[in-house]
């Protein structure tokens, strides 16, 4: 054995002995996040998993410490409703831009709805495709939603064996090829084996009637003002859907979950069903809720989503059903496209690509809101952290700051305000709605199993991130 290699052979030694004692961390805030509430604290991690939350003068000796001082740490955030558009259409996204956008903006946890991507995810060997796709791509963990469409009814149940969070449909035309609508008699036909999972069916809650009919009023409008658009898509599209669900909720007793509800005008029809004991659940998105329709340009095709932002007063009565526990969480839907489908050179909303890209900046967004409404910081986390992961089925592993969870954190220094440019959005097409604009809170480090992968404005090592499974 010659000199080099007789040093390497005993510093490998050296780390192997020490490594144990090496793993343990601590991380120090004034404001640690937990399930019990927001107090001071010291977050133990050993390896990758949280040991303990204790308090400050209680760190174990030999722990290395990271002092965030007055920083908050909240769980990783958990977002239940993102599309990453690969593999397929990865020019749109992709695996490696989604998770980078998602670890600068605090989550550690993506879950991937099934269609953009091509195929669409309908079938186990589209899903293996999918897990292909993303193999050593990704900065933070990720899960993917199965698609139920007009003819995979047989694939359902296959789906769910093979490791998807659950499952996702559209009572509309969802705006890409590749992933088809479900009429009623087709939903019908899936819900047996959607009930059989014991998963949870995700809902894209407008219908087609009221949409065409309000559309065929509209023909001779003009179509570059934001009006025309938002009436085009009535509440009466939300209402009626909603409504068809929850009786078919009633009759399959499947768990029905109502993705990016944009009308207020539903929430009592829901909170009905919630206390008849139906198991439904509801998501809405930082658009919906720092977002209104009268502040929206006319030509400002950025803001264009489905279904669409409505006034200010709605808004006010989506902040009381998340106060009243109606609306249980908050996702961002991220869902971007090239530039030139934003149509904003012709500033159509007719043509224009209906999704918004909010990825990195979805926890400031909704800081600062939540704050001026006198929420904080716990029940940010649990929206949208703890009840995301609730509903993906992992949340004995991921939301929560608590012994036993996955060391997924984020420090969030509320004290800093800053604007949103080009630069901090990091997914793949940087276009916003929100450019701009000033906002309360910037994500210091985010950590996923006990790492960073974001720390100070900077990425941290190679991609970590792997395939995350259901408890
Ligand atoms: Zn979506």
């Known amino acids: 054995m010659d000199k080099a290699t007789l040093l390497a052979h005993t510093r490998d030694t050296f780390w192997r002995i020490l490594r144990p004692s090496m793993s343990l961390q601590a991380f120090l805030s004034r404001r640690v996040v937990t399930p019990e509430g927001v107090r001071p604290g010291a977050v133990v991690v050993e390896g990758k998993r949280i040991r303990d939350v204790v308090a400050q003068e209680r760190v174990p000796a030999g722990a290395k410490v990271h002092d965030f001082g007055e920083m908050a740490i909240l769980p990783g955030l958990v977002d239940s409703h993102v599309h990453i558009n690969d593999p397929g259409r990865a020019e749109w996204e992709g695996f490696e831009t989604a998770t980078r956008a998602a670890a600068a903006g605090g989550y550690t946890l993506l879950v991937d709805m099934p269609l953009n991507c091509l195929p669409g995810t309908t079938t186990v060997s589209a899903l293996e495709v999918k897990r292909a796709a993303a193999r050593g791509r990704c900065w933070v963990d990720w899960m993917a939603w199965g698609g139920v469409v007009a003819d995979n009814q ?27 609508m479900v009429t009623e008699e087709q939903l019908r036909a899936a819900l047996p084996y959607v009930a059989r999972t014991g998963l949870p069916l995700l809902v894209h809650a407008e219908l087609p009637g009221p949409i065409d009919a309000a559309t065929g009023q509209l023909s001779d409008c003009d179509w570059t003002r934001y009006q025309t658009y ?111 489908m934003k149509r ?117 090592g190679d991609p970590r991130g792997v395939e995350h499974g259901r408890d």
């Open 230 to 340: 938002l009436q085009s898509r009535p509440d009466e599209a939300e209402l009626c859907a909603i409504e068809l669900l929850l009786s078919l909720c009633r009759e399959y007793r499947f768990r029905l979950h109502i993705v990016h509800l944009a009308t207020a005008k539903a929430l009592s029809l829901l909170h009905v069903a919630r206390n008849e004991g139906l198991p439904v659940s509801v998501e809405t998105c930082p658009h919906y809720l720092h977002l209104a329709a009268e502040t929206i340009p006319d030509g400002g095709t950025l803001f264009k989503g489905a279904p669409p932002i409505r006034g200010a007063e709605n808004r006010e009565k989506l902040w009381a059903g998340l106060c009243e526990g109606i609306i249980d969480l908050v996702a961002t839907d991220h869902s971007p496209c090239p530039p030139e």
């Open 154 to 180: 047989e694939h359902i149940e296959a789906l769910a064996a093979a490791g998807v969070a659950g499952l996702k449909c559209f009572l509309v035309h969802p705006g890409v090829d590749g992933f088809t």
């Open 344 to 460: 904003l050179a012709e500033e159509n909303f007719r043509t224009a690509w209906g999704g918004i890209a909010s990825l990195s900046v979805g926890l400031p967004l909704m800081y600062t809101e939540a704050r001026t409404r006198g929420f904080g910081l716990a029940e940010i986390a649990r929206w949208m952290a703890e009840s995301p992961a609730k509903l993906a089925g992992c949340h004995t592993r991921k939301g929560r700051i608590a012994a036993g969870y996955d060391a997924d954190f984020v420090a969030f220094d509320t004290d800093r305000e800053f604007v949103v440019s080009k630069d901090l959005l990091h997914y793949r097409h940087p276009v916003s709605p929100y450019l701009g604009e000033k906002l309360r809170g910037v994500v210091k480090a985010t950590y996923l199993r006990g790492e960073p992968v974001y720390l100070d404005e900077e990425f941290q």
